[in-house]
């Protein structure tokens, strides 16, 4: 660590210890109640080399995290790419900690109080193919706090892809700082795929500049207890976004997104959908908001929240808001909460299909308008493969094998 990120470190441990951990008592967390994370006495797990089955991909450049520390990286020319550990100050001085809220969000303290390595990644051109950030939690009790700073220069172009997966009842506490220059190209993933035992906290940060493109698509496919938060600045005229989101829980598992696009420039555009699909005695939150700030003209914004329910104890809570200091704006926003309808399911059984594969089609049908729109193949084509398996009859008949 360097000397400015040691200080900010030390100041955020500070901060950690004033704000606790957040409670349900708190507006922006009164769907999830983090108890069974504060109530276990997290440790740092031991470093081990990463199996060539956790760094099997192969695209432009990828780095492997055990645990929250660097055990593998595959370089490629023409990016500048490195672990947070060994950057030096005047690489990280102007990013670390620079857009991440640690004064108000416990956990983005908590992050950058204990982190250990993460990735720093500066785009500088075109750059060819995806970056790979593959981050593994093992073992029980065991935490990590990877921190990812993505920095894409003036008309730069840059796919940067994070998998979470792991084994046993662990926590991962992440962030990502996304900084996105003028006229840059963002195309952000983040894919969790860790098991129902484990614990996940995540914060992206993204500031956009003056005629900045930024996709970000977020797919939570795994983990016990799940928080999202995704907060955008819109900073620089004619700058775009869009939010794409997926998650799909069963058992009692709990996933909570909360978004804010916050339009501070004008002539900028964001749009924004996530999807739920939520079977047994899950339960899924999306806590929406856009801020229209006064400056801001010409805004375009749209916000979509759709939930599927597979059971009737599944559980969802949806809070789109649309926050409007001006009036020259074209903004809207929606939300539903349904289950399959009986005509399409009809049609299908008509067919000759099965109700049980009938229902599987109409749920991957829901699911395809976020999965269909992620540009990177391996990562579309992994997120199909898991949705399938996770499909109602799927999941069933995995817990009956474990028996």
């Not at 957040?22 to 009164?30: F, L, V």
């Not at 662990?170 to 190209?185: L, M, S």
Request: hydrophobic share 40%; charged share 25%.
């Amino acid at each position: 660590m360097t000397t400015a990120a040691l200080s900010i470190r030390e100041d955020a441990a500070e901060r950690f210890r004033s704000l606790g951990y957040p409670t349900p008592r708190m507006e922006e967390w009164k769907y999830t109640n983090v108890a069974p994370i504060a109530k276990v006495s997290w440790s740092a797990g031991r470093p081990r080399a990463a199996s060539a089955a956790e760094t099997a991909a192969a695209p432009a450049a990828t780095l492997t995290f055990l645990n929250g520390r660097i055990v593998q990286k595959n370089e490629t020319r023409g990016l500048r790419i490195l672990p947070i550990s060994e950057a030096a100050q005047s690489d990280l001085e102007p990013y670390y900690g620079r857009i991440a809220d640690w004064q108000r969000n416990a956990f983005v303290a908590l992050n950058i109080a204990n982190s250990e390595d993460g990735a720093l990644i500066i785009a500088d051109g075109v750059v060819d193919g995806f970056v790979h950030l593959v981050f593994i939690g093992e073992g029980d009790d065991v935490w990590s706090h990877p921190h990812n700073i993505i920095v894409a220069n003036r008309v730069a172009q840059l796919t940067v892809v994070e998998t979470y997966l792991g084994r046993g009842k662990h926590f991962t506490n992440t962030v990502t700082e996304i900084f996105a220059g003028p006229g840059a190209v963002v195309d952000h993933y983040k894919i969790v795929r860790e098991p129902d035992e484990a614990f996940h906290v995540g914060s992206v940060q993204i500031r956009q500049d003056r005629s900045s493109s930024v996709t970000s698509h977020n797919a939570c496919l795994g983990g016990g207890l799940v928080r999202n938060d995704i907060n955008v600045s819109l900073a620089g005229e004619g700058a775009s976004l869009t939010l794409d989101g997926l998650f799909v829980v069963t058992g009692n598992q709990h996933v909570d997104n909360h978004t804010l696009i916050d339009h501070i420039a004008p002539h900028c555009e964001s749009h924004e959908l996530y999807k739920g699909i939520l079977d047994d005695s899950a339960r899924g939150v999306f806590d929406g908001r856009i801020i229209v700030r006064p400056g801001a003209q010409k805004t375009v914004s749209r916000q979509e929240n759709r939930n599927l329910l597979l059971s009737e104890t599944a559980i969802v809570d949806s809070k789109p808001t649309l926050e409007i200091h001006n009036d020259d704006v074209k903004c809207n926003h929606g939300s539903t909460i349904g289950q399959l309808e009986e005509e399409p399911l009809f049609y299908l059984r008509s067919r000759g299909i099965g109700e049980a594969e009938a229902r599987n089609l109409l749920v991957l049908a829901f699911a395809s308008q976020i999965v269909d729109r992620m540009k990177v193949e391996p990562v579309r084509e992994e997120v199909r493969r898991v949705l399938f398996e996770r499909m109602p009859g799927r999941m069933t008949e995995r817990r009956e094998a474990k028996r």
